[in-house]
């Protein structure tokens, strides 16, 4: 069974930069669409940032020009760089796969319901 795991989240200022990794059991990320989701309390997941099909990258409109995602297939690894933190950026953080994708994969990137394969998260909390 593949697992995914998630690292580098933590407490930060606004303005402040955190660095998160998802690390897969096996080759997953040389042979599934992945991405980033985050939780805040009481509200619902959402899709931060994906890469599918042959390297497509989404980012949800509040994240861009902030969060960069990026991976690398030989350390079978997602990451995903924040930098300019704010504290609306609080959440839990997820990674998650799915192979093969889904037919509406490719149309809605950032639908968590695209997903079949999720990390346990790693807490992103940014103070003001």
């Known amino acids: 069974q593949v697992n995914l795991v998630e690292s580098g989240g933590g407490s930060v200022q606004a303005g402040g930069s955190l660095s998160l990794s998802c690390t897969a059991s096996t080759n997953t990320v040389s042979t599934s669409c992945m991405g980033w989701f985050r939780q805040a309390p009481g509200k619902e997941r959402e899709g931060v940032a994906t890469i599918v099909g042959d390297g497509i990258i989404s980012y949800r409109d509040s994240v861009k020009g902030r969060f960069t995602i990026s991976q690398d297939s030989a350390k079978n690894t997602l990451y995903l760089q924040m930098n300019s933190l704010k504290p609306e950026d609080t959440a839990m953080y997820y990674c998650?796969?799915?192979?093969?994708?889904?037919?509406?994969?490719?149309?809605?990137?950032?639908?968590?319901?695209?997903?079949?394969?999720w990390g346990q998260g790693t807490q992103v909390t940014v103070s003001s």
């Open positions: 998650a796969a799915v192979s093969p994708p889904r037919n509406t994969l490719i149309a809605l990137p950032l639908m968590s319901a695209n997903y079949d394969l």
